[in-house]
């Protein structure tokens, strides 16, 4: 087995792109439907709501839709998807092959979230992990922390008869919240991204109360979500902008408020998470990467930063 940076993975004579454009006309097994992970020509598999995510979001038909914990057989090597607890779709990839298993970690969240299916931890001999939040700095909030600042900052922007305006992205954050929301019993509004992600959401089941489409009115009643790139260009009235994200804990110096609700897993996640693979070597990408790896090692285990050469003092057990 060979694992390359540009999300090549090599099993003998086959080979798969996780994530990545391919080069060469190889199939391509994408995570989830986030822009930074998401491929749009070629042969692609991914999870059943995906495959609708991307037809959706990007006008993509040539992705074919797999099931969950359902293995495919692609040129000799076994693939199966696992859920991953970011976002509706999203999926951990497991590769089997030549007596080898490698397990594609994609974005994940440990934490149970509202609007998509939790995840399910396989175990697997080798792992590729993301590394959003990999440093000590990032350990997010109790979950009922996080529900009061949000009910704070409803409460406070209405007594200032100002509109309570949650900035989220479109997909995946903006259902978190719509789930979370609907039990504050306020009329909600979406712009037309958040409203589009969510209507995907409810047709494979997911329950994400009552809202309706802003239409660029400038008074809405009760809340209002968009995602963060239209603040700048909105219409509507005495807004006061709350900013939705994992990153709200690097930004305490902002004059908006910063609600910390994330749909990744924090460093201590992804720690627990690597211990229930329990690989013998791993590899480390996107974010902090070289500080997850350099926590992973002082942990006992193999680990190494994807985009840069092996350390020639590793031993790495392939």
């Given amino acids: 087995m060979k694992v390359y940076p540009d999300g090549r993975v090599e099993f003998g004579s086959s080979a798969v792109i996780l994530d990545h454009a391919a080069k060469n006309g190889e199939p391509v097994i994408v995570s989830h439907a986030h822009a930074d992970h998401t491929v749009r020509k070629g042969q692609i598999l991914a999870s059943r709501e995906t495959k609708r995510l991307l037809e959706v979001r990007y006008n993509v038909n040539n992705c074919e839709g797999l099931s969950y914990g359902k293995p495919y057989n692609l040129d000799g090597v076994k693939i199966t998807l696992y859920p991953s607890g970011h976002i509706l779709g999203s999926a951990q990839v497991l590769i089997e092959g030549s007596g080898i298993s490698l397990l594609y970690s994609g974005d994940i969240k440990l934490r149970r979230p509202s609007s998509c299916a939790p995840i399910e931890i396989p175990h697997a001999e080798n792992l590729i992990v993301e590394a959003t939040f990999g440093t000590h700095l990032f350990q997010w909030p109790r979950f009922e922390r996080i529900l009061d600042q949000i009910d704070k900052f409803i409460r406070d922007s209405l007594h200032q008869d100002k509109t309570p305006v949650f900035l989220a ?6 259902q978190e919240l719509l789930s979370i929301l609907k039990d504050f019993r306020l009329p909600v509004s979406v712009s037309k991204t958040v409203f589009q992600m969510s209507k995907v959401y409810e ?18 009643p009760g809340i209002l979500v968009i995602p963060p790139q239209k603040a700048r ?3 509507l009235a005495n807004p006061r902008f709350a900013m939705v994200s994992g990153w709200a804990l690097s930004r305490n110096g902002s004059r908006r408020t910063q609600i910390p609700l994330s749909d990744h897993a924090d460093f201590g996640e992804l720690l627990r998470y690597v211990d229930k693979v329990n690989p013998r070597h791993v590899w480390t990408t996107h974010g902090y990467s070289r500080e997850l790896a350099s926590a992973l090692r002082h942990r006992g285990y193999c680990a190494s930063v994807l985009e840069e050469p092996p350390d020639p003092d590793l031993s790495l057990p392939l």
Avoid: H, M, P, R
Avoid at 169 to 174: A, D, F, I, N, R
Avoid at 203 to 219: N, P, R
């Fill in 169 to 174: 992205y479109s997909l995946g954050k903006s």
């Fill in 233 to 235: 260009y909105l219409k």
């Fill in 203 to 220: 047709e494979f089941g997911i329950d994400l109360g009552t809202y309706t489409l802003y239409e660029e009115e400038e008074v809405v």
